[in-house]
């Protein structure tokens, strides 16, 4: 082989190759209690089935992914709200669009991406990750939104995410239009109390203080700017750029010091670059942690074409895909996707990345220790290890 070393074997380097040895690693436990559930809630199967661990009368847990009743990724439903704090993190539905000022339908977002995101299992095959396994998270439902009153709908979803970042959960909010940003920010920051920092991923700055005499999609960075523990200077807005970005919110961006950074600057940089400058930024000036909210519209239309204000030229999946994961690599509060509009979307390829999005912060965030258990069960983080407690006397108590 041309004077090779033993040592310069390049299968050794593959990241598949080593994916393959990761699984190994992981522990089926929780794989496990599901199943007994299963049989215990849904009833054992029919006789003649043969494989009869797997199935159960009536669907109750993952398999199979066209059916059952869809929350994300099939996690557990919490109907009871005030048991949340018994859970690391909480899937949201913030099903408003009254902000959108040209296509409606984000309101069907959170919908869209439950229903997509059946087609996923919880086991990342690069990374070595079962979300299953080492992250305890809850859909929560949907917050009862007031399409008619867009201030209304504010508050409530307000009131929602403080409930849920207060009891120490992991928000994930499916939006909905943009202007969710303002009151899950306002919510994220009443309960923490503490400076935080925004990445925004959008190709539009939504910096302007008003649009068409109301906050709408537009407007989310103005006002949580006049909210405490949150300024301009620790906004980082990535992917801007086009014929779509209004006038009016140029000038509250370059007064309020946000960073701005073009699809082609992210292009010209590379994404460790981007990444470096845009982490340096978001936890500047004393900010204690970073919150994301990702415009799926950042991402090129060729490849996000259900969304509100689809704009040519802006980034690729993969390039977002690594931003997120270094972003969530170094520690979140919570993240939201906005602007999936699953009316205008194909083969529901738009839907599917915001999951995908999701999906990466979390196995990110747990590769990095952020979240949830190591690959054996460990917990990493006083949080998971509150919980994998609670959950052991409870065990304890049934026996």
């Known amino acids: 082989m041309g004077g090779r070393g033993e040592d310069e074997d390049p299968r050794a380097s593959l990241e598949g190759e080593k994916a393959k040895h990761l699984e190994a690693e992981l ?195 103005y006002w949580a700017a006049h909210e405490h523990h949150f300024d301009l200077g620790n906004l980082v807005q990535i992917g801007i750029g086009g014929w779509q970005v209004p006038r009016p919110g140029v000038a509250p961006a370059r007064e309020g010091g946000s960073l701005v950074m073009t699809a082609e600057d992210v292009e010209r940089l590379g994404v460790e670059k981007t990444a470096d400058l845009a982490l340096e930024v978001a936890w500047s000036g004393g900010a204690e942690g970073v919150y994301l909210s990702f415009d799926i519209d950042a991402v090129d239309p060729g490849f996000a074409p259900g969304t509100g204000w689809p704009e040519p030229g802006g980034l690729y999946p993969r390039e977002v895909l690594k931003l997120v994961r270094r972003f969530a690599a170094e520690g979140l509060l919570g993240m939201e996707i906005v602007e999936v509009s699953p009316p205008y979307d194909q083969s529901d390829v738009t839907s599917l990345l915001g999951v995908r999005l999701i999906c990466e912060v979390l196995a990110s965030s747990v590769a990095a220790g952020r979240l949830g258990r190591d690959r054996g069960g460990t917990p990493q983080t006083a949080r998971a290890r509150e919980i994998e407690e609670r959950r052991a006397a409870a065990q304890g108590r049934d026996g």
């Open 27 to 221: 522990t089926d436990d929780r794989f496990q209690e599901e199943l007994r559930r299963t049989h215990r809630l849904g009833l054992p199967p029919a006789d003649s089935i043969e494989d009869k661990a797997l199935a159960s009368t009536f669907q109750r847990g993952e398999l199979p992914h066209f059916s059952g009743i869809n929350t994300f990724l099939k996690a557990p439903f919490l109907e009871d709200v005030t048991k949340v704090g018994e859970h690391e993190v909480a899937v949201v539905g913030a099903p408003l669009d009254t902000g959108t000022t040209y296509r409606p339908g984000p309101r069907f977002g959170p919908e869209g991406m439950r229903r997509i995101s059946s087609l996923y299992s919880p086991y990342y095959f690069e990374k070595g990750i079962d979300l299953r396994e080492q992250l305890d998270m809850v859909d929560v439902g949907d917050i009862f939104i007031t399409p008619a009153n867009i201030e209304k709908a504010f508050d409530q979803i307000t009131k929602g995410l403080e409930h849920l970042v207060a009891h120490g959960t992991f928000p994930v909010v499916l939006g909905g239009d943009h202007s969710i940003g303002f009151p899950t920010a306002r919510g994220v920051m009443n309960a923490f109390g503490k400076k935080i920092g925004v990445i925004h991923f959008d190709r539009h700055l939504d910096t302007q203080k008003r649009d068409l005499d109301e906050r709408m999609h537009t407007t989310p960075w």
